[in-house]
């Protein structure tokens, strides 16, 4: 990575490394994320290989012109969860939802709400038994993936002999 794309990538991942907390936000574009969030999420495939948020905290933001949050959420707090961090929610708003007064306070007193659950969870090292079992599922996926690629994948396979995953 050089030249100054480059560059912004690694002040990007330097400062998601760095955080205790990461949200995780995009418009839904055709119940998806952005073209620009799933280059990025596509580029995650070493953060990914290394589990390397285990031990932090996520949430993901949608926001939608006519609907469809709920898959964008799901989505983006399964990749969240597969890079090993403990996902704490997820909430998402329509155009519809944000333009009526009523509607908006709710929506944003829901985001407020998540933003909170997120400190809460940092500051109490809060853990949550029900994402275990998918947690543990992919990392087993990646164990295997980073013994088979060993040769190839010296960083990754040291990484994991450096936890003692391995």
């Known amino acids: 990575m050089t030249g100054p794309r480059g560059l912004r990538i690694l002040i990007v991942l330097a400062a998601i490394m760095g ?43 949608v926001t939608s012109g ?31 939802e944000l333009m009526k007064p009523a509607d908006r306070a709710r929506v944003l007193e829901s985001a407020a709400g998540l933003g909170k659950t997120l400190v809460q969870a940092i500051r109490q090292q809060r853990t949550f ?20 690629r060993k040769d190839a994948w010296d960083y990754e396979y040291d990484y994991w002999k450096s936890r003692g995953w391995l």
């Open 19 to 61: 955080a205790d907390g990461v949200i995780l936000a995009s418009p839904n574009y055709l119940t998806s994320v952005t073209a620009q969030l799933k280059a990025a999420m596509d580029r995650c495939c070493g953060l990914l290989h290394c589990l390397a948020l285990k031990g932090k905290y996520s949430a993901a933001v």
């Open 129 to 148: 038994p029900g994402q275990l079992a998918d947690q543990n599922e992919f990392a087993a996926r990646m164990k295997q993936v980073v013994q088979f």
């Open 66 to 96: 006519g609907g469809g949050c709920r898959e964008v959420e799901d989505y983006m707090v399964a990749f969240l969860r597969h890079l090993g961090s403990w996902t704490v929610g997820s909430t998402g708003a329509t155009a519809a």
